[in-house]
């Protein structure tokens, strides 16, 4: 702090109040801890992109599901599955836990009516998949973040959440699912 600073708060302030805060010292963990927990659940892992890239992929997977196309479920989880391992090699060199905005334009996958060719579209004609893009909607955005996966309909449309680490960890529900 700077002295002028100091020196205000201790106008204002009486000498009694002013107290100086100390940073508390980081909890360490046990190794018994770690391994139950383990053994229980799986642990968040900031730098994994794994909820939040099967956050994504269930909200993608959930439009298509209530669309009336007809397709074959085992179709639905081929794609699933190829979407996710396109996307973390996609993601790999972009993804930023302690500072989740950067890079977030190039983890923003969108599809318009102009046909935007985004990482969903081209897995799907990849895969043989071509009638999932007509499953989405027409103006659809999703943004992978790390710790937030959120979704927009529409040009004009809202943002929401779909998934968010911190509010899931409160609950301590894993890739729980915030907004539908």
């Known amino acids: 702090m700077t002295p002028n ?7 204002i302030l009486p000498s009694t109040q002013m107290k100086t805060k100390r940073r508390a010292k980081p909890k360490q963990t046990n190794k018994v801890d770690v391994i139950e927990n383990k ?9 994994s992109m794994e909820y939040e890239l099967e956050a994504g ?5 959930s439009f ?3 669309s009336q196309i007809p397709r074959k479920s085992h179709d639905l989880a081929d794609f699933e599955s190829k979407l996710v391992n396109d996307l973390k090699s996609e993601y790999v060199g972009h993804w930023y836990p302690e500072r989740p905005l950067k890079g977030s334009a190039f983890r923003c996958l969108r599809i318009n009516q ?6 969903i579209e081209k897995a799907a004609r990849c895969s043989g998949f071509e009638w999932v893009t ?3 909607p027409k103006e659809f955005t999703i943004w992978i973040d790390p710790g937030e996966v959120s979704y927009r309909i529409g040009e004009e449309g809202s943002i929401c959440v779909h998934y968010n680490e ?12 915030v907004a539908k």
């Open 5 to 11: 600073i100091q020196i205000a708060r201790k106008n």
């Open 166 to 177: 911190k509010l899931s960890s409160r609950t301590n529900k894993r890739c729980a699912i």
């Open 114 to 119: 102009n046909g935007s060719g985004s990482l």
């Open 134 to 136: 007509n499953c989405l």
């Open 64 to 66: 298509i599901k209530r």
């Open 39 to 47: 053994e229980n659940e799986k642990v968040y892992d900031p730098l």
């Open 57 to 61: 992929v269930s909200l993608i997977a």
